[in-house]
């Protein structure tokens, strides 16, 4: 049997296949969805080209918030069409943050239940695979920090909508890519979209160089040079009027800014809980990030899942896919 689980963002749409006579293979597939809203259906269709057949698919979006749609209804309705007339006659099942799969008329019906439900799919996959733990899943993807604790076998977060969770530190709008850095440092740097977060972790040897990669602020190479020139930028000067020293000390202070707010929000969560966490599970584009900080705060006292480790790096970014995958072969779902 082949299952596909499919996320579809609005900077990435991320895929993964279960066949049962492979490994599970998972994939992100850069799309911008804010400036080609309507080739999403032929984008679609070249990915099932590629993956071939499968029999059922279970997808989620996040993508309907993007600002080519004037509404998360309208966005969550055109995300549905789009993927219903992709797929041609293959089974199609909507991850609902009820906790349930729910069909294509039901998603357009209630599209808020739908909207930004990538998070819901892989709690509600943990609460199932550590059914006895006090879990906190730590995501840190390209834009955003998803902290969700997990207990008797399922989410227990405070917010079901994004308003929601980012009132109660469930969701921070900070990850390790495309975060504008403008959003970290206030009033005491340029506020123009110069650098983002992608420059601070290349320039910090977290990231890797990706030459060919143009989707930076600039429009430039993912390489050093190019990234210490945007976080120049983020000084009003250039690389004539700024030291290396200088650009090396604001990409460190800009990463305990975020960090710090992410502990700011695992804090918070801890309090409400009714007892200590017994598991911690990592994921994301940021895993590495999510990794350190879980050290920081817990060192070894509290034992550290790793997507990646287990499942692949691919797997780990891709996460909410893969956990739809995984929810569409259990009963109940």
């Not at 440092?185 to 990669?213: C, N, R, W, Y």
């Not at 000084?235 to 305990?256: F, N, P, Q, V």
């Amino acid at each position: 049997m082949r299952v596909l689980g499919i996320d579809i963002g609005g900077a990435h749409i991320k895929t993964a296949l279960r066949d049962s006579a492979k490994e599970l293979e998972a994939l992100s597939w850069p799309f911008e969805l804010w400036k080609h809203p309507l080739t999403l259906t032929n984008h679609l269709k070249k990915i099932f080209l590629e993956i071939g057949p499968v029999e059922i698919i279970g997808a989620t979006m996040t993508g309907e918030l993007c600002d080519c749609y004037p509404s998360k209804a309208i966005g969550v309705n055109a995300i549905v069409d789009a993927l219903n007339e992709a797929r041609e006659e293959t089974e199609l099942r909507w991850w609902s943050t009820e906790g349930r799969f729910v069909g294509s008329k039901t998603a357009k019906e209630n599209p808020l239940a739908v909207a930004a439900g990538n998070w819901s799919a892989s709690a509600h996959w943990l609460g199932r695979k550590y059914p006895e733990d006090r879990l906190l899943w730590l995501d840190i993807g390209s834009t955003t920090t998803d902290l969700i604790p997990i207990q008797n076998g399922g989410p227990i977060n405070r917010g079901m909508t994004d308003p929601q969770r980012l009132v109660s530190d469930e969701l921070i709008y900070a990850g390790v890519r495309r975060t504008p850095l403008s959003a970290l440092m206030g009033l005491t740097g340029a506020t123009e979209f110069f650098a983002s977060t992608d420059d601070i972790f290349g320039l910090l040897g977290q990231v890797e160089e990706f030459p060919g990669d143009l989707h930076s602020a600039d429009g430039k190479p993912r390489t050093t040079p190019a990234r210490m020139l945007r976080l120049a930028r983020m000084l009003g000067a250039d690389l004539t009027t700024s030291t290396h020293e200088e650009l090396i000390e604001l990409a460190k202070r800009l990463r305990k800014t975020m960090v710090d707010r992410i502990i700011q929000g695992i804090e918070a969560i801890s309090s409400r809980m009714d007892g200590p966490f017994s598991r911690v599970v990592v994921s994301g584009s940021g895993e590495f990030l999510a990794k350190q900080i879980h050290r920081d705060i817990w060192g070894g006292q509290v034992p550290c899942v790793e997507i990646s480790q287990f499942m692949g790096g691919p797997a780990s970014t891709a996460f909410p896919a893969v956990a739809l995958a995984m929810l569409l072969e259990l009963p109940g779902c």
